[in-house]
């Protein structure tokens, strides 16, 4: 039986401690706030508390931890649960630089560990089929993907909106494209609110094969807007993360330049919680020891480009 302690339970932190209490796999949290504790007690009364990471390292059973704690703390706990033995969850971004993201991937491959990252989005039922779609060749050559992620957001002091929230777009636009080279990455921001803190990003990547994918995030936007286009030689995807709706655009445009339209059909994704099945992933590869869809060296491929644009963005 596969068991975790979750480390931070907080805004994010007290999903994953309810998705892996669901799923029978909780063994303790660790929280340092009082407050926070005396809310996982409440709802959780029978799952250890610690307010010490290294005692819970030392005392749980659990073989795994899983990290939901402020990106800068990350790394630091991260290698010290695989030097204590446990195999790794921890929320993205990985961490904050390549070089730190790159040093726990090489450790956990050398130590046998299992690393994941939570790219919440590689388990969203919708972009599963579209990577299954791309992949099965239906839309031909993919040339460009699109990702916006804007909406009235939570704005944070210590990261920028590029940071916190497109982690999840480039991990998609990594998966739909194939993982392609990044041969260049241009960014522009604006900080809007605060100082050297952008609210508003976008980015535009250049790949091997001359792929290339762009990104909005903003969270000073009036509407909420997610999504990701997918356009190929044989046609166009859209999904809609707000509806949920994933719709095939069999629109191309020839070698003369004309435009062919043979409509559009929208494509019925079975309804289900990322968060669970991403969970219920960790666990899998815990008992089967097979590598995590999205793993370290997943992680390290997002965080270099998170570094890129946002060197990109400084230089401007």
């Known amino acids: 039986m596969q068991s975790v302690i979750v480390v931070g339970a907080g805004n994010w932190g007290k999903n994953l401690v309810s998705n892996f209490h669901d799923l029978g796999a909780l063994a303790g949290v660790v929280e340092l706030s009082p407050t926070l504790r005396e809310g996982v007690a409440i709802s959780y009364p029978n799952v250890t508390l610690y307010d010490d990471f290294q005692i819970a390292l030392s005392e749980s059973g659990a073989n795994a931890v899983v990290i939901a704690t402020p990106a800068h703390t990350h790394y630091k706990l ?37 690393l994941m990252v939570g790219h919440l989005l590689l388990y969203q039922p919708a972009i599963s089929w579209m990577r299954d779609y791309l992949a099965a060749g239906k839309l031909g050559d993919v040339k460009r993907v699109v990702a916006q992620r804007a909406k009235l957001g939570k704005v944070r002091a210590v990261e920028n909106v590029w940071w916190s929230f497109s982690p999840h777009d480039v991990s998609v636009v990594l ?22 803190i952008e609210d508003e ?84 590869c815990l008992a089967s020891r097979q590598k995590p869809c ?13 570094e890129k644009a946002q060197q990109a963005m400084s230089a401007n």
Not at 213 to 234: C, D, E, F, M, Y
Not at 294 to 306: I, M, T, Y
Request: aromatic letters at 6%; proline letters at 3%.
């Open 201 to 284: 990003v976008r980015v535009e990547m250049i790949f091997a094969e001359g792929k290339t994918a762009h990104i909005q995030a903003s969270w000073l936007w009036p509407v909420n807007q997610r999504g990701t286009i997918v356009i190929g030689s044989k046609g166009m995807l859209v999904y809609d993360e707000v509806a949920q709706t994933v719709t095939i655009h069999h629109k191309t445009v020839d070698a003369d330049l004309n435009h062919h339209d043979g409509g559009i059909e929208v494509v019925e994704v079975a309804a289900a919680q990322p968060l669970k099945l991403e969970c219920q992933h960790f666990l899998d």
């Open 294 to 306: 999205s793993d370290g060296w997943n992680g390290v491929a997002v965080v270099e480009v998170l």
């Open 175 to 196: 998966e739909l494209l194939g993982r392609p080279e990044l041969v260049n990455v241009r960014a522009t921001g604006c900080a809007i609110l605060q100082p050297g």
């Open 78 to 114: 991260a290698i010290q649960a695989m030097e204590a033995g446990k195999d790794v969850f921890v929320e993205k971004p990985m961490t904050l630089t390549s070089a730190e993201s790159i040093a726990l991937a090489e450790y956990a491959d050398k130590h046998n560990r299992i």
